[in-house]
T-cell receptor, first 117, second 112 residues
Framework: GAVVSQHPSWVICKSGTSVKIECRSLDFQATTMFWYRQFPKQSLMLMATSNEGSKATYEQGVEKDKFLINHASLTLSTLTVTSAHPEDSSFYIC?????????????FGPGTRLTVT | GENVEQHPSTLSVQEGDSAVIKCTYSDSASNYFPWYKQELGKRPQLIIDIRSNVGEKKDQRIAVTLNKTAKHFSLHITETQPEDSAVYFCAASPGGYQKVTFGTGTKLQVIP
């Protein structure tokens, strides 16, 4: 149980185009999903927190108009990189949080490697 | 906001030796401290976590300790094996559905 999928696993796009990445919790409901960005040999940097049915909360320095996040249901969140540029090339990872009893757990998707040419 | 610092950034140990990774955090409201293992190109995997009402937790060869007064927590891996080689991230969170802040990572290399 507790499986999170991401699609696509990798994508190459041309500069100026938009790319949508999907994050799904397959066997549980996730009220909250997180989107991270990871550059090579660096840590995971939180981009935004997404709560189902409400607007995402973006971290400082993350452009909300460039990185559009939609959390349409308890099992699906999407990240759209608009007008992508080479500097947006990175590894994007989502995670979904769920409560189990009195505790909560966070599960990561496999990540999406974006390359902008 | 929360700031998590992690040391060392790289760590090489001989197979069978122990490895220790240390983290400090800044937000006294943090009460949940997970540790993740990430292999190259893969997703982070939760390996162990500890909550503020516990000072130490052990799971086979892995143990975590927490000192809330000093705001630091550590990961201990005993009898290291080559498959333990990976990047390890500590993290801190106020809990509930609030965000998790990650440390900068430690690249562990276990030399056979």
């Amino acid at each position: 149980g507790a499986v999170v999928s991401q699609h696509p696993s990798w994508v190459i796009c041309k500069s100026g185009t938009s790319v949508k990445i999907e994050c799904r919790s397959l066997d549980f409901q996730a009220t909250t999903m997180f989107w991270y960005r990871q550059f090579p040999k660096q840590s995971l940097m939180l981009m935004a927190t997404s709560n189902e049915g409400s607007k995402a909360t973006y971290e400082q320095g993350v452009e909300k108009d460039k990185f559009l996040i939609n959390h349409a249901s308890l099992t699906l969140s999407t990240l759209t990189v608009t007008s992508a540029h080479p500097e947006d090339s990175s590894f994007y990872i989502c995670s979904a949080r769920t409560q189990r009893g009195y505790s909560y757990e966070q599960y990561f998707g496999p990540g999406t490697r974006l390359t902008v040419t | 906001g929360e700031n998590v610092e992690q040391h060392p950034s790289t760590l090489s140990v001989q197979e069978g030796d122990s490895a220790v990774i240390k983290c400090t955090y800044s937000d006294s409201a943090s009460n949940y401290f997970p540790w993740y293992k990430q292999e190259l190109g893969k997703r982070p995997q939760l390996i162990i976590d500890i909550r503020s009402n516990v000072g130490e937790k052990k799971d086979q060869r892995i143990a975590v300790t927490l000192n809330k007064t000093a705001k630091h927590f550590s990961l201990h891996i005993t009898e290291t094996q080559p498959e333990d080689s990976a990047v390890y991230f500590c993290a801190a969170s106020p809990g509930g559905y609030q965000k998790v802040t990650f440390g900068t990572g430690t690249k562990l290399q276990v030399i056979p």
